[in-house]
């Protein structure tokens, strides 16, 4: 699931080496963080969240493929 996101990720930046992706488990459930250049959050996003939504879609399908339940979280730079 990290690698779909990081892969996804790398693909929409200009910037791909500042794209991080973090895991954390709490429970049954993974969260996962994703970290990208200032200059791409509003790619990342995209318009209304619309392209973070999509890839926060895919992420839960992923998750539920393997029986598990993900969130995906956009972290802004500071």
């Known amino acids: 699931m990290k690698e779909l996101i990081d892969y996804i990720a790398r693909s929409l930046v200009d910037d791909p080496e500042q794209v991080k992706v973090s895991k954390d488990r709490a429970g049954g459930k993974t ?18 969240g619309r392209v973070a ?10 998750a539920a493929r393997e029986g598990k339940q993900a969130s995906l979280d956009v972290i802004e730079p500071r």
Do not use: F, Q, T
Request: net charge positive; proline share 0%.
């Open 31 to 48: 969260r996962l963080e994703l970290h990208v250049a200032k200059e791409d959050m509003g790619r990342v996003i995209g318009k209304s």
């Open 53 to 62: 939504n999509a890839m926060r879609i895919l992420l839960r399908v992923a």
